[in-house]
């Protein structure tokens, strides 16, 4: 039975030099809990899989909003599978994100695996005000070990001070135009990190023949992007690239 799911995170300053989360909702599959420690200036979120999935037909949701002063890390505890259906029917993934000036997001989920006869569709909108920070990190698997991929399409949107800094999409499987085997990736995994604010400022360089750095919007940001042939491949060349 196809499942759809909501989850909402709102993250504000204490105003005290930590992080207070206003709302932490969520509905299975889609479980939010908070980790670490409650009086750090960080808040620490991790989303627990309730569930297999997403499975064909499955319309799940995710909603941050950080506001001003506050700084909150949003991870997974395990790598997500897009499974199939029967009968055969599309899953999204949709998350939506905002970060007012002064807030920080690190959005860091384990990597998403395109399992053989998936077809999915994993969106992300991110608006960021002037003077917000963010760490934003993709990754997917084409297939698990062993089999082929499932059709899967990345759609990233991020804005910044209300201009389009970023439009990045990515498709993998039997479908997709660009795909004809392992080459195209440089093996099976790719990934992505986007930095903006601070971090995104100084001199980076490639880690690899299969890496590269691109600056975007005037040094406000930059984008990091490397393929493997295993996710631990992607991880340690984008781990290198921004430490």
């Known amino acids: 039975m196809a499942v759809r799911a909501d989850a909402r995170l709102v993250a504000d300053s204490d105003g005290h030099g930590g992080t207070r989360l206003r709302a932490l909702h969520s509905e299975p599959p889609l479980l939010l809990r908070r980790t670490g420690a409650r009086t750090a200036p960080t808040a620490e979120?991790?989303?627990?899989?309730?569930?297999?999935?997403?499975?064909?037909?499955?319309?799940?949701?995710?909603?941050?909003?950080v506001g001003a002063g506050a700084r909150l890390v949003v991870r997974t505890v395990a790598a997500s599978l897009a499974q199939p259906s029967l009968p055969p029917a599309p899953s999204t993934v949709t998350v939506t994100a905002r970060v007012e000036g002064g807030g920080s997001l690190w959005w860091l989920p384990e990597p998403l695996v395109a399992v053989a006869g998936c077809d999915h569709?994993?969106?992300?909108?991110?608006?960021?005000d002037e003077g917000a920070e963010l760490r934003w990190r993709e990754e997917i698997a084409a297939g698990r070990h062993g089999e082929d991929s499932g059709d899967l399409r990345m759609e990233s949107t991020v804005r910044h001070a209300g201009r389009t800094i970023l439009r990045h999409d990515l498709a993998v499987g039997p479908r997709a135009a660009a795909w004809s085997g392992p080459a195209v990736l440089g093996g099976r995994a790719a990934g992505t990190l986007l930095l903006v604010g601070p971090d995104a400022t100084g001199d980076r360089t490639a880690t690899g023949p299969t890496a590269a750095v691109m600056p975007l919007a005037d040094n406000v940001a930059v984008l990091i992007s490397a393929t493997g042939a295993t996710s631990r491949d992607v991880r340690a060349a984008l781990d290198k690239a921004a430490p």
């Open 121 to 128: 569709l994993n969106r992300s909108r991110v608006d960021l």
């Open 45 to 65: 979120v991790h989303l627990v899989g309730g569930a297999a999935g997403p499975l064909g037909g499955d319309d799940l949701r995710i909603t941050i909003v």
